[in-house]
Structures are given as C-alpha cells and as structure tokens.
C-alpha cells in the first residue's frame, strides 16, 4: 500500500537525481550483494563513480555499446545477478529495443534498464540525445513495468520495490534537480496513480516534469472557478486503468499532460482505456510528432508547448466539449 505526504513546498530539490540514485543503489548493494551496475561509458554524468569506487567488483562499463550493455545484463541476470544498466533514454531504448525484447523479456529475465535524460530534459545534448518516443517504443514489450518517478523521493522507494520484484523494467531517469512534489517518507504503488489534487470538473493526468506543470494548471484555472483534479500517473504500464475510469466518471473531462509524444505514451494509453470503457472529451498535452533540438529547458518547454498554460487551454476546451 502507498503511503503519500505532499511536500511543504514544491521548489527545486537540492540532490540531482543521478545521486540518489547512485545513492539508493549503493544501499541496496550493501543489502544484496547480488545487485550490480552496469555503465555505457557515462559512470561521470550519470554520477556513478562512488559506486564504482565502493563495489568495483560489481560494476561493468561497457564502453558506448548500449545493445551489448543490455545482453550481458541478460546474462548476469541469468546467474542470478539483479542487473540495473543506464544510458540515456534514446540509446536505452531505440539502440537496444531487440535486445532488450528477446533476451530480457522474450527469455523472462530479471533486468532493469534506466534510461536517462527524457524528453526535453536532454536539453543541450540535443535532438540526437532528446528521447520523446521511448515510453511508446517500450510499451510494446509483453510483461514489461515502465515508471517515469517524478522526483528523489519516489524514485528511491521505486528502485528498492523493483529491486525486490522479478522481470524487466524500464525506468525513466531525470538526471538533474527535479522539482520536490513529495515528502520524504513517501512510498507508492507501483500500477497505481496518486491523485495530487481534488476536483470535479477536469482531471489532468500528468508524469514526470510535467507533474508541477498541472499542479500550476490546476492554481490557475481555480481562479476561474474551474476545479481541476490532478494525477499523478507514474505508472506508464501497468496503467491505473481503475483510477482512469473513475476520474473519467467523476469529471467528464480529460487532459493528459506528458513529456513526450502524444503518440503510445501517457495520452495513448488513457485515450485507450477511456475509450474502451467510458468515452468523455480528451485533450492531450506533449510532443506533436516531432523531432527534438538543441536549447535550455526552459525554451524547450515553450516550445514544444509543455508549460502549465498550455494545459489551461487544454482543459478548456475539454470542458466546452463536455458542454460545460
């Protein structure tokens, strides 16, 4: 079961995610001496070093190899090994999506595959490096468990759950300071969304970065006396089908909010479960079939229309069509 505590403040953190995540993974090694890393030759900008230093033995850089990376996870993963291998998020996905299909999930191992960077969190690194469409590429994959943690708190509950759980993961990793959404102590249900915010008019669906965007929304359009549910679905797959049609019942509107194509990422997956089960006016915020390119966040933002404001128009026009 979950156990939820907002934040006091939802300001930017002051650890980068990298740490905590090398940090929680230096924990769970010292707790399970089957656990191991594996690198693509980013051990600096993913902030890995201090693992590397304390467990040497059970760190593996393989070099700018990605597909190979994920077939010697397999095969740790195979003798027993618990195998967490990063890179950023299009080189995990795109560069590997064979291996990862056939010999980690088609062979019904055990790996996790971190993929770092999503989205327009890429930044200077460019469209080369800008991963909109690796949610929609891993969703394919039969049994697969795909988690976008929004923030240091999460992810670490989330990284000793799936540490403990069986098959293959993806995990969507920002690398730098994430926005605080919740307090410390936390946990989640992994498949299951955490609602943020109460409202009976529209619910916004949101992930990762785009979380602190709906909650923003949600100030703005109560200004106008519209009362916007916020959700936090972190759970790409196994989607909170339950939760989805009950917010769909309860308000009537929809907005989904993510970064990343609009196309088989979280807009996709609610405008499927919605239309199997109960059709109401959907609105979608993300990426419009397009390529990523190189500028600051905060441009990036603006310009692939990821902002707050761009979820207010959203919501409106969800709600004219609800005829309200």
């Known amino acids: 079961m979950s156990k939820i505590k907002l934040a006091d403040k939802f300001g930017t953190e002051t650890k980068a995610m990298r740490d905590a995540y090398c940090e929680t993974l230096i924990q769970l090694a010292a707790e399970n001496d089957k656990v191991v890393v594996l690198d693509a030759d980013l051990m600096s900008s993913m902030g890995m070093t ?22 010697i996870a397999a095969g740790l993963s195979a003798t027993g090994q618990i195998p967490f291998a990063h890179t950023f998020g299009p080189f995990a996905t795109r560069r590997c999506y064979d291996q990862i299909f056939l010999s980690c999930a088609y062979a019904q191992l055990n790996v996790r595959i971190m993929g770092s960077d999503p989205g327009v969190t890429a930044a200077f690194n460019g469209g080369t490096h800008m991963p909109f469409e690796d949610m929609g590429i891993m969703r394919n994959i039969p049994s697969i468990t795909i988690l976008e943690p929004v923030d240091t708190v ?18 969507r990793l920002l690398r730098k300071n994430a926005v605080k959404i919740y307090a410390e102590g936390s946990t989640f249900e992994i498949g299951k ?28 359009l109560a200004l106008e006396g519209i009362a916007a549910r916020v959700v936090n679905l972190f759970t790409l797959k196994p989607v909170d089908r339950e939760l989805i049609i009950q917010c769909a019942q309860e308000t009537g509107a929809i907005v989904t909010a993510e970064n990343h194509s609009v196309i088989n990422g979280l807009g996709s997956a609610v405008a499927e479960v919605i239309g199997e089960n109960i059709p109401v006016p ?13 500028g600051p966040l905060n441009y990036l933002k603006e310009t692939y229309r990821l902002t707050a404001a761009e979820i207010v128009k959203k919501a409106k026009q969800a709600l004219a069509r609800k005829g309200k």
């Open 193 to 220: 969304g955490v609602t943020l915010r109460p409202g009976n008019d529209v619910t916004i669906f949101s992930s990762g970065i785009m979380v602190k965007e709906a909650l923003d929304a949600a100030d703005k």
């Open 282 to 294: 959907l609105e979608r915020v993300g990426v419009q079939d397009q390529f990523g390119q190189v």
């Open 50 to 71: 201090p693992f590397w230093q304390k467990y040497p033995e059970r760190t593996f850089n393989v070099g700018i190899q990605e597909a190979n990376m994920v077939g």
């Open 154 to 171: 999460m992810l670490k509950d989330l990284l000793v759950q799936t540490a403990g759980r069986y098959g293959v993961f993806y995990i």
